[in-house]
C-alpha cells in the first residue's frame, strides 16, 4: 500500500511534485488557471461596464440642427438619397428648373423640394411616403358633404390624382361622397421662398360645386385636426396685447368698440369668435408653449397661419381662383391698409380683382379672384396650367405674391397688415412659421351655396403633375422644426391632438387653456 507506483502522481489530488524542492502552495498549472478566470473576468467587465462608460465619454452628442425630419438637409448642405427615389428633389426633375428667378426680386432661387408623381400606382397611407400622407377623417370645420379617405389619392399617368366619387353612405361614414387630402405636416415644411404647382382641376370650367385646393398652413395645426388648430389658426401675431384675447375684447367687456361693431354681418356685427391666441406672446411664464422664449423671459408669438396656392371655383359660367391668406387678429370691418400701394394686381385684362369676401368671425381673408386657365380643367382643354405663391416672411419689406396661370397675378405687401389702433393690435408678419403643404378635393355649401349635383360628373379627379419648392441661394429654411420657430418637442407633448381627428376642442381633449397674463384672471 506504501509503495509507490509510477502512475501514482496523476490519482493524487495533490499537485504538487513531492520531489520537487521549487514546488510551493501554487504549481504552474494553478498559475495558468487563475490567470485565464483573471482574464475571463475583466472582458466580461469591460464588455458591460467599461465599454458604455467609455462610449459615453467619448461619444460626441449629435445636433438636430442642420437635419431636418426624414429626408432633410443637414448641416453641409448635403441632401439623402431614399431608395425609390424619395430624396428632397425628385430624380425625375427636370435639370433645367433647378434654378429660377424671383418673381418678386428676380433674385435667384435654387430648387430645395419637388415632386413630380411620375411613379405610378404610389399610396399615401400612414407611413407609405417619407414627405406625405392622406387623412382618413370627416373635414367637419367646413361641413364638407365627403369623407377624406386615403383610398382615394394615389399617382396614375404621371400626376398625383385626388378622386371624388359618390360612394355607400353603409360603408363611408354616412356620408355620400369620398374624396381625398394629403399633406406634408410635420414631414416637410419651408419657411420663406416660392412654391408651385401644375394643376388640372377637376370637372368643367362653367360647372360649379367642386372645392379643390392646394395650400400651405403653420406646422402648430394639422389640417382636420380641431383640437390642435384651436387658437392656432389662423393667427400670425407675435404681439402681447388684445389681438391675443378671446373675440379681440378686453376681459368683461364690449371694447375695444371695433371689435363689436361692423363686423360679420351674420353674427351680430361681432369681428370675431375667435377663442383667443393659445400660445401667445402673453403667455404665463411655466404655462405649455412651443417656445422660443425671449431674453425678458416672455415668450415668442406662435400659431398657424394659412397662405392658399389656390381654391378654385367656378362663377356665372367661368372658372376662377381665389389667391387667399387668412389672418388673425382682424382689422376694424376686415379691411386692410390700402391707400397707397400695399396691395399690387398685375393684370391688365382685368381678369382678376380683389375678392369681395374679405371674412368673417373665424377669420380675415386677403384674397386676389383670378380667371383660371380655362382649358385647364378635366372636362375642358384637358391642360395643366401653374399656379403658386412666393412670399418673404417677417415685417416691413415682407410680401406674399400669387402666380396665377403661370403669370404674377396680385401682391399683398406687410404695409397693408400693420397696427390697426382701431382694434387696438398690432402689426401681423407675413408667416414666420415652417409651412406645410395640403392639397385635397372636396366640396361643401359653405364654400358654394347652391351646388347643382345633377350638373356634376363622377368620378372627377384634382390631378397635379408637379410641385416644386424654391428658396433664395442664401436663405434656405426647410423643415419642421427651426431653431427660431420649434414645433417637435410641442407636438411630441401633445401628440394626441395631432393623431386623433375626433377631438375637436383643446378643452374636449383635457388639457388647460395657457394662462394669458392679459386675461381676467392673469397668472395667477
Not at 373 to 381: D, H, K, P, S, V
Not at 413 to 441: C, F, G, Q
Amino acid at each position: 500500500m506504501h509503495e509507490q507506483e509510477p502512475d501514482d502522481s496523476i490519482h493524487n489530488p495533490d499537485q504538487r511534485d513531492p520531489k520537487s524542492e521549487k514546488s510551493g502552495i501554487f504549481s504552474s498549472r494553478g498559475v495558468l488557471n487563475m490567470g485565464c478566470l483573471t482574464i475571463l473576468v475583466l472582458g466580461l467587465l469591460m464588455l458591460f461596464a467599461g465599454y458604455p462608460i467609455i462610449s459615453r465619454l467619448t461619444n460626441k452628442k449629435l445636433t438636430s440642427q442642420g437635419g431636418f425630419n426624414l429626408g432633410g438637409i443637414n448641416a453641409t448642405g448635403q441632401i439623402p438619397v431614399f431608395p425609390g427615389n424619395h430624396g428632397l428633389i425628385d430624380d425625375d426633375t427636370p435639370k433645367d428648373v433647378y434654378t429660377k428667378r424671383s418673381w418678386q426680386t428676380d433674385e435667384e432661387l435654387v430648387l430645395v423640394f419637388s415632386d413630380e408623381f411620375e411613379q405610378e400606382g404610389r399610396t399615401f397611407y400612414p407611413g407609405d411616403d417619407p414627405y406625405w400622407e392622406a387623412v382618413d377623417l370627416h373635414y367637419w370645420g367646413t361641413n364638407d358633404l365627403e369623407w377624406y379617405d386615403p383610398s382615394q389619392v394615389t399617382t396614375s399617368n404621371g400626376s398625383l390624382q385626388i378622386t371624388i366619387e359618390q360612394a355607400d353612405p353603409t360603408s363611408n361614414h354616412n356620408l355620400s361622397y369620398k374624396s381625398g387630402m394629403v399633406q406634408t405636416w410635420n414631414k416637410f415644411c419651408f419657411t420663406g421662398g416660392l412654391i408651385e404647382t401644375s394643376l388640372r382641376l377637376p370637372g368643367s370650367n362653367a360647372i360649379g360645386g367642386f372645392w379643390p385646393a392646394v395650400w400651405t398652413m403653420g406646422n402648430l395645426a394639422r389640417a382636420g385636426f380641431g383640437a390642435s388648430a384651436e387658437g392656432n389658426w389662423p393667427y400670425t401675431y407675435e404681439a402681447c396685447d388684445v389681438g391675443t384675447l378671446p373675440n379681440q375684447t378686453y376681459p368683461g367687456t364690449m371694447t375695444p368698440l371695433a371689435a363689436v361693431t361692423n363686423g360679420d354681418q351674420y353674427n351680430n356685427d361681432m369681428l370675431s369668435f375667435l377663442p383667443g391666441q393659445r400660445l401667445s406672446a402673453c403667455t404665463c411664464p411655466g404655462e405649455s408653449h412651443p417656445g422660443p422664449m425671449k431674453s425678458d423671459g416672455s415668450y415668442v408669438g406662435r400659431a398657424s397661419p394659412e397662405i392658399d396656392i389656390i381654391e378654385a371655383t367656378v362663377h356665372d359660367g367661368v372658372g376662377y381662383g381665389s389667391l387667399s391668406g387668412q389672418w388673425a387678429p382682424y382689422n376694424a370691418e376686415y379691411a386692410i391698409f390700402n391707400s397707397s400701394g400695399e396691395t399690387e394686381f398685375f393684370d391688365t385684362s382685368d381678369k382678376i380683382h380683389y375678392n369681395d369676401y374679405v371674412g368673417g368671425v373665424l377669420q380675415q381673408t386677403t384674397s386676389g379672384l383670378a380667371q383660371t386657365n380655362q382649358n385647364a380643367y378635366e372636362l375642358n382643354g384637358g391642360l395643366f396650367a401653374v399656379y403658386g405663391f412666393e412670399y418673404k416672411p417677417g415685417y416691413d419689406d415682407a410680401y406674399i405674391t400669387w402666380i396665377s396661370d403661370n403669370k404674377k397675378a396680385w401682391t399683398i405687401h406687410a404695409s397693408a397688415m400693420i397696427a390697426d389702433s382701431r382694434t387696438e393690435i398690432s402689426a401681423r408678419p407675413m408667416s414666420l412659421e415652417p409651412m406645410y403643404i395640403i392639397a385635397n378635393l372636396g366640396f361643401s355649401t359653405n364654400f358654394v351655396a347652391n351646388i347643382e349635383f345633377e350638373l356634376l360628373t363622377f368620378p372627377a379627379h384634382l390631378s397635379i403633375d408637379w410641385i416644386r419648392v424654391y428658396q433664395p441661394r442664401g436663405s434656405v429654411n426647410i423643415g419642421c422644426d427651426p431653431v427660431d420657430h420649434p414645433t417637435a418637442a410641442y407636438i411630441e407633448t401633445y401628440k394626441e391632438v395631432y393623431a386623433n381627428p375626433n377631438l375637436t376642442t383643446w378643452t374636449e381633449y383635457g388639457e388647460p387653456w395657457p394662462k394669458n397674463r392679459l386675461s381676467a384672471t392673469g397668472c395667477d
